[in-house]
């Protein structure tokens, strides 16, 4: 098996190669004067099952078009098969028609990475894993929730609370909350008829007194998470942390989100910024000797 560093995954690539044992595969990338972006895999990949690394993160196109491009070279080269890690799937939030004309970007996504040979796709914390029953193609979707948890267990956090935004992401803090041996609980959003203002309160846990940990898929603006803060400020929280996946969060973002009371964002390295703390590299690698 060879494992390929994209450009926008390099350094977490070379980490999943050790782990695994087997060799790594660095990429020529560049781009050309008019912008147009250039890959070459620096090695034979023939007859090797082929594993291409690479998130799409910002500037998502870009780092979504190396990405097709490193899948057809591998193709093209005569791989004997291809897997698509990509950590943060760039796309995934358009999954269905909201609106009439529009199309379903998550789907696009995995139709033309199907159509160019991928065999499988691995991704963490997908926005909705449901769209990929909808496509032809082997996926798994792993859970970054366990690791996060277990980063604060091992900062002395056991015992404290485990917050989701809301329901729908409650199976979130209830995987966190049987790793910090701590009460989960999560939040319901209420506008207001008349002013259109959003509100978040209580749907289940308790705040009074206690440290809570918020855990989310993807951090960007920020504003649910702010919300959610000052939301158990008020109902008595000791402190709150934040915790998700994906964060895409701005230095001025991640100062908002701070002055609105939560004390740190702790996010992986799909997405590799200042905030990453926790890496997906053993996840990764582990799901790949079970799968190749």
């Known amino acids: 098996m060879l494992v390929v560093g994209g450009p926008a995954s390099a350094e977490l690539a070379r980490k999943v190669a050790q782990l695994v044992g087997c060799r790594f595969v660095e990429v020529e990338a560049r781009k050309f004067p008019d912008g147009e972006s250039y890959v070459r895999l620096t090695r034979e990949v023939k007859d090797e099952k082929t594993v291409i690394v690479q998130s799409t993160y910002p500037p998502q196109d870009t780092h979504l078009l190396q990405l097709l491009l490193l899948v057809d070279a591998a193709t093209r080269s005569r791989a004997s098969e291809v897997t698509a890690v990509v950590p943060y799937m760039a796309y995934a939030r358009q999954d269905k028609v909201f609106r009439p004309n529009e199309p379903v970007s998550a789907e696009v996504v995995l139709k033309v990475l199907r159509e160019l040979g991928t065999r499988r796709i691995v991704t963490v914390d997908v926005h909705s894993p449901e769209v990929f029953s909808r496509v032809a193609m082997e996926h798994v979707n792993l859970s970054a929730i366990g690791i996060l948890a277990r980063h ?141």
């Open 152 to 292: 604060f267990l091992d900062l002395g956090f056991k015992g404290v609370s485990a917050f989701a935004p809301d329901r729908k992401a409650a199976r979130m803090a209830e995987e966190a909350s049987k790793i910090l041996g701590g009460s989960y609980g999560w939040f319901s959003k209420q506008r207001d008829r008349v002013t259109g203002e959003v509100s978040m309160m209580l749907e289940r846990g308790e705040a009074e007194g206690r440290e809570i940990v918020i855990f989310d898929d993807i951090i960007s603006s920020g504003g649910t998470v702010m919300m959610a803060a000052r939301t158990l400020k008020k109902a008595g929280a000791r402190r709150v942390y934040a915790a998700c996946t994906h964060a895409l969060t701005s230095r001025e973002s991640y100062m908002k989100i701070l002055s609105s009371g939560v004390e740190d964002i702790v996010s992986t390295d799909t997405i590799p910024t200042f905030t990453s703390k926790v890496s997906v590299a053993g996840l990764l690698a582990e799901t790949l000797r079970s799968l190749l």
